[in-house]
Structures are given as structure tokens and as C-alpha cells.
């Protein structure tokens, strides 16, 4: 049920503990308990294991993934965040052509079609794809993950069988699920995460954001870069569109051996179109209060990386009137119960 995020606790505002690992918070439980699983958490973080057969990453990658490293913590800072190190051994590249059937399977049953996916019970990123293949396209992905990792995490104490993350210490089951990721919050029953939608609308376009401040500095990629802009450009031409249009929603062309060109779109287009529908119209009916659009956008992305949710809330109330908030997270809602 959603009333058990009603509006004031959906706005609630964490004490934001500098983060040791993914999480932020484990609400429910007694101060030593919490500290104990945070602690658990901490541990999974800093001593990564993933569990099955993995590629080894080549110098260049290393490198990149340093780098992006280190430009993560100067993207964040201008979200008001200070990132965390996130180590290279957490980025797990499964290998194919090693990993059973079963396990592919078991993980597209769990991800979906997704390539890439950050696993919050083992403070890991896995991706489903081999660097050298698509060089710009795996590291968009690893952005993508990261700026979920750096996200507001916090879990809730949970009484069910099935909860996502059980736990087991000393002969002690305990059981959590979801509270907040993000931007989106979760019900205490488990089964439903409130304005998925809008989290994953807002970590995509922090990684179109990103990927225009750093990626596309990096030299490795030029090449990708550059065929991705003729086609930007060609396109733009041919549909008489702003280039700004056009390079909102090409991720990348992939050229094949007979030299056809074929484009790929940044994920979640639906969610980001109807994201940026709502961000448009906060901005028009509140331009006194705004500098611009992107001012907009910044409380959001805050919300999702800090946990503090409540000024986009009031602006929501505001604008829209009473119940639009909690109206906006039904209509983006997740249900794992399906």
C-alpha cells in the first residue's frame, strides 16, 4: 500500500552519514544492529567477490576506469556529494563464454534485457559485454551503474521469507528490503518501489550529463565519438531537427563490417520523455523562482543522491496541487509482485 509512504513520510529527511560503502541507512533496527549490518555492508564493499568466471581487464580499461573515478568525485561535488572510491575489483565483467546458461538465465529472469546492473546485496556492478567491442557503450554503462551506487540507499526491516537481502550471521536471519534508492522509496511490504520511473529517468540523464563533461574528453573513444556525430549531424540535416534533439537520444552507432550504420538510443527514452515533460512544466509555472531549467533538474538529481526528497515534494504540492506527489510515484511505480 502506498499510505505507508504517505506524504510526510515519503519527504522524510535522512541524516546523511558519510558513505563506507552503497548504503546509507538500515532503518527498523536497534543502533548496534544497524552499525553491525552497515559494517556488513562496508565489508562486501571493500573485499568485493562476485562469484563466477570473470574477463580480465586489459591496462586501458583500468585506466579509463580510474579516471572515471576521479572525475566522478568532481561531477558529484557540483550535486553537493562527496563520492566514494569505488574499487576496480567491484566491476565484474562476466565472461560468456565461462558463465553456465543457468546463471545467464537466472540473471536475465532478475535484470531483464540489461547489460549492466548494480547488485546491492554484493556492492558490485556485473556487465554483460565486452569492452573492446564497444568501447563509449560499456563505459556509459559503468556511469550509469556508478551514479546508482552513489545514490541515496537505505533499507528497511523486513518480516518476510523472501525479502531481498537476507542476511545470515551467528544464527541470526535478518531480512531487508528496499526503502529508499535513490529517488525511488519502497513499501514495507516489499512488493512495490515507488517512481522507479522518475530514478531511472533522472540516473540517465546524470550520465548524458556525465558523459558530455568527461567521456567524451577521453581518447580512447574518439573515434566512436566522432561517427556518432556525423550521424547526429546527417540526421539532423535530413529531419530538419535541432542537433541538440537528435544527440538527446542517440547512445551510439554501431558500424558493421559492410560499413551499415545502425543507432542506438539512451535507455529509458519513455521515462526520460515523460520526466522531461514534468521538469518543463515545473520550470514553466515556477520561472520566478528558477534561473533556468536545469535548476529544475538539480533538485532531483540532489533528492536521488542525497535522500533529501522533500523540496522537490513541496515544489510537486505547489504546482500541482495536494496528493500530485504521491500521484506521480503510483504512476511510476515498480511491482515486483508481477
Known amino acids: ?13 535522512f541524516p546523511l552519514n558519510k558513505k563506507e560503502s552503497g548504503m546509507n541507512r538500515v532503518i527498523g533496527f536497534e543502533p548496534e544492529k544497524e552499525t553491525g549490518i552497515l559494517d556488513h555492508f562496508k565489508d562486501e564493499f571493500e573485499h568485493n567477490l562476485f562469484g563466477v568466471d570473470e574477463k580480465e581487464k586489459t591496462q586501458e580499461l583500468k585506466d579509463a576506469l580510474t579516471r572515471i ?56 556492478i556485473g556487465l554483460i559485454k565486452n569492452y573492446e567491442e564497444g ?16 545514490g541515496f540507499y537505505s533499507y528497511q526491516k523486513s518480516s518476510r521469507w523472501d525479502a531481498e537481502i537476507v542476511l545470515e550471521k551467528r544464527d541470526d536471519l535478518v531480512g531487508i528490503d528496499i526503502r529508499r534508492s535513490g529517488f525511488s522509496m519502497g513499501t514495507t511490504d516489499g512488493k512495490m518501489l ?13 550520465q ?12 580512447e573513444l574518439a573515434s566512436e565519438l566522432e561517427a556518432r556525430d556525423d550521424y547526429i549531424q546527417e540526421v539532423a540535416r535530413r529531419d530538419d531537427a535541432p542537433i541538440e534533439k537528435v544527440r538527446e537520444v542517440v547512445r551510439e552507432v554501431i558500424i558493421n563490417e559492410d560499413g551499415e550504420r545502425k543507432w542506438r538510443s539512451y535507455a529509458y527514452h519513455e521515462e526520460r520523455k515523460k520526466f ?24 532531483f538529481a540532489q533528492a536521488t543522491l542525497t535522500g533529501r526528497v522533500l523540496p522537490v515534494a513541496r515544489l510537486i504540492e505547489k504546482t500541482f496541487g495536494k496528493g500530485a506527489f504521491r500521484a506521480i510515484g503510483e504512476r511510476s511505480a515498480k511491482n515486483f509482485a508481477e
Open 1 to 13: 500500500m502506498f499510505d505507508v509512504f504517505c506524504y510526510n513520510r515519503a519527504m522524510e529527511e
Open 69 to 124: 573515478n576521479a572525475d566522478m568525485k568532481e561531477f558529484l561535488k557540483g550535486y553537493g556529494v562527496d563520492a566514494i572510491e569505488i574499487p576496480l575489483d567491484n566491476i565484474h565483467i562476466l565472461d560468456k563464454e565461462k558463465v553456465s546458461q543457468k546463471t545467464l538465465q537466472e540473471i536475465k529472469e532478475k535484470r531483464g534485457e540489461s547489460e549492466a546492473f548494480y547488485i546491492s546485496k554484493r556492492q558490485a
Open 135 to 150: 568501447k563509449l557503450s560499456f563505459l556509459q554503462s559503468v556511469v550509469h551503474e556508478e551514479l546508482h551506487l552513489q
Open 194 to 206: 515507488f517512481f522507479h520511473d522518475v530514478n531511472e529517468a533522472v540516473i540517465t540523464e546524470l
Open 208 to 219: 548524458i550529463r556525465f558523459e558530455r563533461m568527461f567521456l567524451e574528453k577521453y581518447p
Open 276 to 299: 522531461a515533460e514534468l521538469i518543463d512544466e515545473l520550470y514553466k509555472r515556477n520561472m520566478s523562482d528558477f534561473e533556468s531549467r536545469e535548476d529544475v533538474f538539480n533538485l
